[in-house]
């Protein structure tokens, strides 16, 4: 772990915050600790709730970087990752992940309460929906 990417996490955060967005900032480091990109959280500003700093370096990596890099790679963010994000992480290929606050401890930083689930169904209709995912996977 590297306290000094660690802090500039925190500090873009600090950054997205200034800018009206939620205070979330990250960034992926090559495995020499050179800084290759840098986001922050942009939900407000752009209204696009996709926005997260770990997902925008997640797709950055899948695009720019081959896999073999890719695996070298750490990202250095200010809260752990949210489900949403750790999906994209997990396909992304990355090495790592280094965290500063973990879920927990923001819940304890911010009002109680979280986003409502919405309601699901199925499966259904696997006769149908199997066709055109059957052999794809290999």
Known sequence: ?????????????????????????????????????????????????????????????????????AATTTMYTSCEPCGMCTGALARSGLGRVVYALSGEQLGTLKPTGSFPEVPTEGPALFDEARIPVEGYYG
């Not at 090559?30 to 500003?45: F, M, P």
């Open 1 to 69: 772990m590297n306290d000094e990417l660690l802090r500039r996490a925190i500090a873009l955060a600090a950054e997205a915050r200034k800018a009206g967005d939620p205070p979330f900032g990250s960034l992926l480091a090559a495995a020499d600790g050179t800084i290759l990109a840098e986001e922050r959280n942009a939900t407000v500003s752009e209204r696009d709730i996709s926005l997260h700093p770990e997902l925008k370096l997640a797709v950055w990596a899948a695009r720019e970087l081959t896999p073999e890099v």
